[in-house]
C-alpha cells in the first residue's frame, strides 16, 4: 500500500509540474510593440487638390501620436496654408475623426474628416474641410515619402 501511495504522489506530483510548465510555456507570447504608426513617419512631398479647381504643391510631416495608432500630420502647401491634423492608422489605413483645424493664412476654422492609405511610400488621403458657413471643399492629397 505505501507503494502505491508513493507512485501515486510521484505520478501526480509530474502531471502537475507538466501541467504547470505547459502553462508557463502558453502564456509566454512573442512581445509585440505593433507600432503601425511608424510606416507612416516621414516627410511625403506631393499634389494637393481642392474641390477639383486648385491644385497645389503639398508637404505633409507625418509624425508618432499620442499612441501606437495615432498620428500627426503637419501641412505645408505651395500657397502657404500651414496646418496640422490628427490621425489615427489600422495597418496601411488612415483615419481622419472629426477635429477642428486652424488654418491661420485663411483665418478661418474648418471642421475635417477623412481617410487616406499607405501603399509603399505613396500616401493618399481624402479630406473634406467645412467652414462656419457649412461650405465644403474635398481635399485630395497624393504624395511620396522622401
Known amino acids: 500500500m505505501f507503494w502505491i501511495r508513493k507512485n501515486f504522489n510521484t505520478v501526480f506530483s509530474n502531471i502537475v509540474v507538466a501541467f504547470a510548465f505547459i502553462m508557463l510555456i502558453s502564456s509566454c ?16 512631398y506631393g499634389t494637393l487638390t481642392t474641390s477639383g479647381i486648385y491644385t497645389s504643391a503639398d508637404t505633409i510631416v507625418i509624425t508618432a501620436g499620442s499612441s501606437s495608432s495615432s498620428i500627426v500630420m503637419n501641412s505645408r502647401t505651395g500657397a502657404g496654408s500651414v496646418y496640422t491634423i490628427d490621425g489615427s492608422v489600422n495597418d496601411k489605413n488612415i483615419t481622419i475623426s472629426s477635429q477642428q483645424v486652424k488654418v491661420p493664412s485663411l483665418s478661418e476654422t474648418f471642421t475635417v474628416t477623412g481617410s487616406g492609405n499607405l501603399n509603399g511610400s505613396a500616401l493618399q488621403l481624402n479630406m473634406v474641410f467645412v467652414n462656419s458657413s457649412s461650405t465644403s471643399y474635398n481635399l485630395n492629397f497624393t504624395g511620396t515619402k522622401q
Do not use: C, E
Not at 507600432?35 to 513617419?41: E, L, P, R, T, Y
Open 29 to 44: 507570447k512573442k512581445s509585440s510593440s505593433n507600432d503601425s504608426n511608424k510606416a507612416f513617419i516621414g516627410t511625403y
